[in-house]
């Protein structure tokens, strides 16, 4: 594809940050050629990922930065207001990759700024590939809009949407549920079969399936299956028996949400 390849060429951004979204990220964006330098707090971990890519490595506090054209704070939350009071607008684009942070808060610290939001999970342990991540972009104008999207698509994606602050807040909570709760419950699973020495892997036909099911385009609801939906409360409590004290109390307070879901009338 010859369309932007002169850009992609182009190291011109610089990533803010060491975590795994930070380091995500960078390699996104060393695989398209703009990744310029790292900065952090910390000298000694920028540098760690900056050697990765054989980019230079700034502290953002004690450093001048590189001119780039755009900075990526991949940050935690707080850190993104201190980084917007205290480090001097330069011109640039100044984007913050968080969830549930407003794009207000750069007004009034950056003339030219917005957001560029993965909507993944991403983990330091489980690298993950750009082509499964859903950009979610806002910015202070059209303008820089596009120039972000252009960032976005030279990095490769999902799919690239705009969504507002509060569109991307209410997505960042449905994704704690769809993700991070999941991901929690499949954790539970797989230790109570670790501890009976039976190979967690056979649930992974099922788990998918359910995940298909879930995208099928009929409500995850109305495809509810299992003792809780269908009121077997002696199935339940014998599960429950069964279980470590806290695995159990998780067991019955979603077998009862499951239950009350399905059966309104008998609350």
């Known amino acids: 594809m010859e369309t932007g390849t002169d850009r992609r060429l182009t190291p011109d951004t610089v990533?803010?940050?060491t975590g795994n979204v930070a380091t995500d990220i960078a390699r996104f964006l060393a695989g398209c050629?703009?990744?310029?330098a790292i900065a952090a707090r910390s000298i000694d971990k920028a540098d760690a990922i900056a050697r990765i890519h054989g980019v230079p490595a700034y502290g953002l506090y004690t450093d001048q930065l590189p001119e780039a054209k755009f900075y990526i704070c991949a940050v935690t939350d707080p850190a993104i207001p201190v980084i917007a009071a205290s480090v001097p607008d330069n011109g640039a684009i100044w984007l913050h990759t968080a969830g549930s942070v407003s794009i207000d808060i750069w007004k009034g610290h950056r003339r030219h700024y917005g957001i560029l939001y993965p909507l993944q999970t991403i983990s330091a342990r489980r690298?993950?590939?750009p082509d499964t991540v859903p950009w979610l972009t806002e910015a202070d104008?059209?303008?820089?809009?596009?120039?972000?999207?252009?960032?976005?698509?030279?990095?490769g994606g999902y799919c690239i949407e705009h969504k507002t602050s509060h569109e991307r807040a209410m997505l960042h909570i449905a994704a704690v549920f769809a993700c991070n709760f999941t991901n929690y419950i499949l954790g539970e699973a797989f230790e109570f079969l670790d501890r009976k020495e039976i190979d967690p892997a056979i649930l992974?036909?099922?788990?998918m399936h359910t995940?298909?099911?879930?995208f099928s385009?009929?409500?995850?609801?109305?495809?509810?299956?299992?003792?809780?939906?269908?009121?077997?409360r002696a199935v339940i409590e014998t599960h429950?028996?069964?279980?470590?004290?806290?695995?159990?109390?998780?067991?019955?307070?979603?077998?009862?949400?499951?239950?009350?879901?399905?059966h309104p009338q008998q609350q």
């Open 127 to 129: 690298p993950v590939s």
């Open 141 to 155: 104008s059209d303008s820089t809009l596009a120039l972000i999207d252009d960032l976005a698509k030279s990095m």
């Open 204 to 207: 992974k036909p099922l788990v």
């Open 240 to 262: 429950i028996s069964r279980l470590p004290a806290e695995a159990a109390e998780t067991y019955r307070f979603l077998s009862e949400k499951i239950y009350r879901k399905h």
């Open 15 to 17: 990533v803010i940050g």
């Open 217 to 232: 385009g009929r409500s995850p609801h109305e495809l509810q299956t299992g003792p809780a939906v269908r009121g077997n």
């Open 33 to 36: 050629r703009r990744l310029k």
């Open 211 to 214: 995940v298909d099911n879930a």
